[in-house]
């Protein structure tokens, strides 16, 4: 399993979607507009103990694509 902190922005979801196309497991997650069968995730606020991922599911990579914009 892969987890991409940011798989909704731009970098993200192309990585995510092409990651998805070839078979890979993948978790992303999103911030501010939900998207299916992605995790709602603050960075700013990580309580990763309330939350619903489990950093032990990524036996491959975590990947952090996510930015400050504006």
């Not at 993200?12 to 939900?34: D, F, H, Q």
């Not at 998207?35 to 952090?64: F, G, N, Q, T, W």
């Amino acid at each position: 399993m892969i987890i991409i902190f940011g798989a909704s922005g731009y970098i993200g979801n192309r990585l995510y979607a092409s990651l998805v196309a070839r078979g890979i497991p993948v978790l992303g997650t999103c911030l501010k507009r939900p998207i299916p069968d992605m995790i709602r995730y603050d960075l700013s606020r990580p309580d990763l103990a309330k939350s619903e991922i489990d950093l032990r599911d990524a036996s491959h990579a975590v990947i952090c694509a996510s930015s400050v914009t504006d």
